[in-house]
């Protein structure tokens, strides 16, 4: 199953050696996507991009599934925000590349990070992790 297309897709930002840009879905998500590399140079900007990019009521996808790299203080920020994000009671997930689910261990052993393969996959989680129960 595939989630509905995108309903806006905001100019992307440059920052250092990364590329940032957002998707808001018609339904109930919004993603934010980043391509290249994230380190200490670019993480406050990427940390604003997301916390611009939360809305009342929608899930967050946070789409690292092309990034090359990610530095040990943007994976800790990453932590940190995505605590945040829980404690605000917003639905969050990680989509992860293979650089990021490196980093990830270190700054994330517990595993608390919910992650997937794909922005449909982390959707889909989300979704069925608050769709209520009929009884």
């Known amino acids: ?3 509905n297309p995108p309903a806006e897709r905001a100019d992307p930002i440059e920052c250092r050696t990364a590329r940032l840009f957002t998707r808001t879905y018609e339904t109930d998500a919004v993603t934010v996507s980043a391509t290249g590399e994230i380190d200490a140079a670019n993480v406050v900007a990427f940390e604003q ?3 611009r990019a939360e809305r ?6 946070i789409d690292l599934g092309e990034l090359k790299f990610l530095g040990v203080q943007a994976g800790s920020a990453l932590a940190a925000l ?3 994000l829980e404690l605000r009671h917003t639905e969050c997930g990680v989509v992860t590349s293979a650089a990021v689910w490196r980093t990830l261990r270190l700054c994330d052993p517990a595993g608390v990070i919910r992650t997937a393969g794909s922005v449909d996959a982390a959707l889909q989680v989300l979704r069925r992790e608050t769709t209520p129960v009929a009884s």
């Open 82 to 84: 995505y605590d945040d």
């Open 56 to 61: 009342p009521n929608k899930r967050l996808v």
């Open 1 to 3: 199953m595939t989630v």
């Open 49 to 51: 991009c997301i916390r």
